[in-house]
């Protein structure tokens, strides 16, 4: 199984600051990277595919970077809307998907 | 518009059973495979189930294989997840979950639509 790390586990930025998020997996997994948003009460949200694409209606402000095991999702100003818990995701051992252990974003 | 809707959570005392459905919506079910995915309370996500389009190869996480069974019904465009010997860590939401399309392509490994989910409690 490819376990895949997470950090910080809580991170506390001010609105309009930049956030940057870190995960990484315990063998390659190419670019077949995820990046998904929780907010409490809510399924998740795809944000981020193939390691730096945006999915449909992502703002422009969030990015992903990062190959093989070490991955990076910015987030360039936060917004109010962005805190929220952030995870990440191989799926280059489809189907066995694993997830990291989320990052929480919180307003400092 | 994409919709996933489950159902069938509930209480249940361990051991016993519960059968979980997806009811798809939006777009040609048939073709595409399908997950089950479930979050613990408090909890991260995990990945439980997948089935490929037509239904011939199924798979599991080692946490539930020989005890909870993913099926499908194209007609109806429904996903199941029957589960058998429930534990109390089995205790979740569970969504289903659909690999993200954009204009050109589909991306297997994805999950870009996700249901509300559905309660499952394990407990006597």
């Known amino acids: 199984e490819i376990v895949m790390t997470q950090s910080p586990a809580t991170l506390s930025v001010s609105p309009g600051e930049r956030a940057t998020l870190s995960c990484r997996a315990s063998?390659?997994?190419?670019?077949?990277l995820a990046w998904y948003q929780q907010k409490p009460g809510q399924a998740p949200r795809l944000l981020i595919y193939?390691?730096?694409t945006r999915a449909t209606g992502i703002p422009a402000r969030f990015s992903g970077s990062g190959s093989g095991t070490e991955f990076t999702l910015t987030i360039s100003s936060l917004q109010s809307e962005d805190f929220a818990i952030y995870y990440c995701?191989?799926?280059?051992?489809?189907?066995?998907?694993?997830f990291g252990q989320g990052t929480k974003l919180e307003i400092k | 518009e994409v919709q996933l809707v489950e159902s069938g959570g509930g209480l249940v005392k361990p051991g016993g059973s519960l059968r979980l459905s997806c009811a798809a919506s939006?777009?040609?079910?048939?073709?595409?495979?399908m997950n089950w995915v479930r979050q613990a309370p408090g909890k991260g996500l995990e990945w439980v189930s997948s089935?490929?389009?037509?239904?011939?190869?199924?798979y599991y996480a080692d946490s539930v294989k020989g005890r909870f069974t993913i099926s499908r019904d194209n007609a109806k465009s429904s996903l199941y997840l029957q589960m058998d010997s429930l534990r109390a860590e089995d205790t979740a939401v569970f969504y289903c979950?659909?690999?993200?399309?954009?204009?050109?392509?589909?991306?297997?490994?994805?999950?870009?639509?996700w249901g509300q989910g559905t309660r499952v409690t394990v407990s006597s």
């Open positions: 979950a659909r690999e993200y399309c954009d204009t050109n392509n589909c991306y297997v490994g994805t999950l870009g639509y």
């Open positions: 939006g777009f040609s079910f048939s073709t595409f495979g």
């Open positions: 089935i490929t389009s037509s239904g011939s190869n199924k």
């Open positions: 063998q390659s997994v190419s670019y077949n």
């Open positions: 193939g390691t730096s």
């Open positions: 995701q191989q799926y280059n051992n489809w189907p066995q998907y694993t």
